[in-house]
């Protein structure tokens, strides 16, 4: 089985491109082109909203046991997960808050946000059983995954209180696929469009596909999909992947 995670910046606008589990989708659920991806011999779930945010999974396999919330009761109108079984993998597809700035009220939700998802999986999910939760975390986890980490030192997606928000949700029991195979510094997903932060690498990791200890002792493969990163109207991310012997 292989897994592929990509923030695809505009769904509507990239299309052609499409992989597996999708973030900030930018569509309602009714501008979703399902029929398309259905034709193309795509299952499809998800779950959008206007402008903003919005996740989705693709599958050649139907999709079972499919939810869009955080196992809470908590009313979020913003939709940054969704979840569903593919084959004997549970799999979430999860768009985590960017934060804006650290201490800001909207940062004080990305840290409430990473509590709930950790919960959701610790009370709802069997952690020792095959599960991934892929996307686009908006934490670069080390200063490995940054490019200039004394630059980034304390800043939205590189400051301690996120990074130990993902720690601990790792601490739930799952693995970060990609250091499994490539624990060597200068691998990034995510670059400003800004400055020619691209081509002279200047990027941060912040998409990932962590896994069940389970189901990464069968990870065969992982990496970075960096020529995706160029092309016609680029998403800003790269599409990070895993690939399992199952």
């Avoid at 997960?81 to 549970?90: D, L, P, T």
């Amino acid at each position: 089985m292989r897994i592929v995670s990509w923030n695809i910046n505009s769904l509507r606008k990239r299309q052609e491109r499409l992989l597996v589990c999708l973030q900030e989708t930018k569509c309602t659920d009714e501008q979703f082109p399902e029929l398309a991806l259905r034709a193309a011999g795509y299952h499809s779930a998800f779950h959008g909203q206007k402008s903003y945010n919005g996740v989705a999974i693709l599958s050649r396999s139907a999709l079972q046991d499919v939810r869009s919330s955080l196992c809470d009761e908590e009313e979020d109108p913003q939709a940054r997960v969704i979840a569903a079984i593919v084959g004997s993998v549970r799999i979430y597809s999860i768009y985590a808050p960017n934060g804006q700035a650290v201490g800001s009220p909207a940062y004080d939700y990305k840290l409430k946000w990473y509590a709930r998802l950790e919960k959701c999986l610790r009370d709802n999910e069997r952690l020792e059983q095959s599960l991934a939760v892929c996307g686009d975390f908006n934490v670069a986890p080390k200063d490995e995954d940054v490019y200039d980490p004394e630059l980034w030192r304390g800043a939205i997606m590189c400051s301690d209180g996120e990074r130990a928000a993902l720690e601990q949700l790792c601490a739930a029991g799952l693995t970060d696929t990609l250091r499994i195979h490539h624990p060597e510094s200068g691998l990034f997903s995510w670059w400003d469009y800004r400055m020619l932060a691209f081509p002279k690498n200047r990027g941060l990791r912040i998409d990932a596909i962590l896994s069940s200890k389970s189901l990464a002792e069968h990870c065969s493969a992982a990496g970075i999909e960096r020529e995706m990163r160029k092309g016609k109207e680029p998403s800003d991310h790269a599409p990070v992947w895993a690939e399992f012997e199952l």
